[in-house]
């Protein structure tokens, strides 16, 4: 009840203050005693905890909690955990490729830094990249299963003719990329993704991660991707859950 309760705080916060009220609930959570896949009250901890971590931005342990709500679930259940699967996926994988020069950053400034008042701050984010970097290791095999999760769900919607596509398609492109290296099928995943989105905004910027990719570009400034990660990009098409 306390992490729910300050999840919901959180929700209604800002700034600093929401990432700490996150932080506080995830806390809570995890201590709930209802973090066991077993344990009859774990898919609403698990959804809980997801939205927690993905408010702190921490989006490899906001996709363990939800791969294993989708693994587990049924048929329609898995069609309303697919959505946010599809988005921490994407954002794990800009992780991926994002957490080498943030703790770069951070240590450079923390050796630069002499004020202790000022270290601390720099200290809490670097543990807190550093254990995100570790939890990103452990859930590498995840994002292995979801690549062809994601690219066999969309392959059977554009043949059945249901949208969708899109979206499954850009995050496998993404996790082929960043996390597997492979850049041959992050290629074709991003053909598709194009060929299957409608939004012409969207389809733009699909188009402007392909060339990216295509000139074998791994500085994500030239993305064009903001803080929040690729999932915070506008879009229309929002159909990857139920029809």
Same mark, same amino acid.
């Given at each position: 009840?306390?992490?729910?309760?300050?999840?919901?705080?959180?929700?209604?916060?800002?700034?600093?203050?929401?990432?700490?009220?996150?932080?506080?609930?995830?806390?809570?959570?995890?201590?709930?005693?209802?973090?066991?896949?077993?344990?009859?009250? #774990?898919?609403?901890?698990?959804?809980?905890?997801?939205?927690?971590?993905?408010?702190?931005?921490?989006?490899?342990?906001?996709?363990?909690?939800?791969?294993?709500?989708?693994?587990?679930?049924?048929?329609?259940?898995?069609?309303?955990?697919?959505?946010?699967?599809?988005?921490?996926?994407?954002?794990?994988?800009?992780?991926?490729?994002?957490?080498?020069?943030?703790?770069? +950053?951070?240590?450079?400034?923390?050796? +630069?830094?002499?004020?202790?008042?000022?270290?601390?701050?720099?200290?809490?984010?670097?543990?807190?990249?550093?254990d995100e970097k570790t939890v990103l290791g452990a859930v590498t095999e995840r994002l292995s299963v979801a690549v062809?999760?994601?690219?066999?769900?969309?392959?059977?919607?554009?043949?059945?003719?249901?949208?969708?596509? $899109?979206?499954?398609?850009?995050?496998?492109?993404?996790?082929?990329? #960043?996390?597997?290296?492979?850049?041959?099928?992050?290629?074709?995943?991003?053909?598709?993704?194009?060929?299957?989105?409608?939004?012409?905004?969207?389809?733009?910027?699909?188009?402007?991660?392909?060339?990216?990719?295509?000139?074998?570009?791994?500085?994500?400034?030239?993305?064009?991707?903001?803080?929040?990660?690729?999932?915070?990009?506008?879009?229309?098409?929002?159909?990857? $859950?139920?029809?």
């Amino acid at each position: 009840n306390r992490g729910k309760c300050l999840l919901k705080q959180a929700d209604r916060a800002s700034g600093e203050k929401k990432r700490s009220l996150a932080r506080q609930a995830a806390v809570a959570l995890e201590k709930s005693g209802a973090t066991e896949p077993d344990h009859q009250l #774990f898919a609403t901890v698990a959804a809980d905890l997801s939205t927690a971590y993905r408010i702190q931005k921490r989006h490899a342990l906001e996709l363990l909690y939800l791969d294993v709500l989708y693994v587990r679930a049924e048929d329609a259940g898995r069609e309303l955990v697919l959505p946010r699967l599809v988005e921490a996926a994407m954002d794990a994988a800009w992780e991926a490729g994002e957490l080498p020069s943030r703790i770069a +950053e951070l240590e450079k400034s923390l050796a +630069e830094t002499k004020d202790e008042a000022r270290q601390k701050p720099l200290k809490d984010d670097l543990a807190v990249a550093k254990d995100e970097k570790t939890v990103l290791g452990a859930v590498t095999e995840r994002l292995s299963v979801a690549v062809k999760r994601f690219e066999d769900i969309a392959k059977a919607r554009i043949e059945a003719k249901e949208r969708g596509a $899109g979206p499954l398609l850009r995050a496998a492109a993404w996790i082929a990329y #960043f996390v597997h290296g492979d850049t041959a099928r992050a290629l074709k995943d991003w053909d598709g993704a194009i060929e299957a989105t409608l939004n012409a905004v969207e389809k733009s910027r699909i188009e402007q991660e392909r060339r990216c990719a295509a000139r074998g570009e791994k500085s994500l400034a030239a993305w064009g991707v903001g803080e929040d990660g690729p999932s915070a990009a506008p879009s229309k098409d929002r159909s990857v $859950g139920p029809r």
